[in-house]
């Protein structure tokens, strides 16, 4: 936990101002990360477009919820619990919000009782799960059924073999950054593994102009890199 919070410091995805987790995602007020939150902005508009159209939504679960800036803006109309394993100020405790419940736990055993929620959003974080399978199993057990899952903000890979290239690339850099070991926690997904458990009826949601930009890669001949589709599961 501590070398990935320097690390999220280092890299511009964490603050001590209370006006940073405020803000997302449609200002980052650090200034370091402001395409990727202008990105992550569209697919929060998606993520809400999406709730929006589904119909019994009231207990919604946010699963890897850092800071708690989606958690927050969803209790607006929801009744939401913001889980993650941090618990310090670049997670749980930056989330000043008596509308949210709180959960300290971990996303491959969710410490709450079956079928408590309605959805359960994973925004930038399912691809921390070390066990993908485990996570997902988890998730339905703790939907309703008939209940949603919306993943965003996670990379997925066309195969096996890309994501491997990646998680490569990612090790690297974890390593220049002296924190090699987190490279274990952190890898791409694939569409096939989310379906490979048959957990979930997904539908894949792809905003704006980035399947487009991957295709153009393609014809290029350049390696594919990853999508950051939304995507919508119904529990089987
Ligand atoms: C990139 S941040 C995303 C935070 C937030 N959901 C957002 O959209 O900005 C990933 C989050 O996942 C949390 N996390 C990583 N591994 C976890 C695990 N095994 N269980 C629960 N949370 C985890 C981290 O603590 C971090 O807050």
Do not use: C
């Amino acid at each position: 936990m501590q070398d990935y919070r320097r690390l999220r410091f280092a890299e511009g995805y964490a603050s001590t101002d209370p006006a940073f987790a405020r803000a997302l995602p449609f200002r980052d007020t650090t200034g370091r990360n402001v395409a990727i939150w202008r990105l992550r902005a569209r697919h929060y508009m998606v993520m809400r477009a999406g709730l929006a159209l589904l119909t019994n939504v009231h207990r919604v679960l946010d699963v890897g919820a850092g800071n708690g800036w989606l958690a927050r803006r969803l209790a607006a109309r929801y009744r939401v619990t913001a889980l993650d394993v941090d618990a310090t100020d670049t997670g749980l405790a930056a989330l000043d919000d008596s509308r949210v419940g709180r959960i300290r736990g971990e996303l491959e055993a969710l410490p709450v009782r079956d079928g408590t929620f309605d959805v359960v959003i994973v925004a930038a974080a399912l691809h921390y799960a070390v066990h993908l399978s485990r996570a997902l199993s988890e998730i339905a057990r703790v939907l309703r059924a008939g209940g949603v899952l919306i993943i965003s903000d996670s990379p997925f890979y066309s195969d096996a073999l890309a994501r491997h290239r990646a998680w490569q690339r990612t090790l690297a850099y974890y390593q220049a950054a002296g924190v090699a070991h987190l490279a274990g926690r952190y890898q791409g997904l694939t569409r096939a593994e989310l379906d490979g458990p048959g957990l979930f009826r997904f539908v894949t949601l792809s905003p704006g102009y980035e399947p487009l930009r991957a295709a153009l890669g393609r014809w290029r001949g350049r390696e594919a890199g990853p999508r950051m589709p939304v995507v919508f599961g119904w529990k089987r």
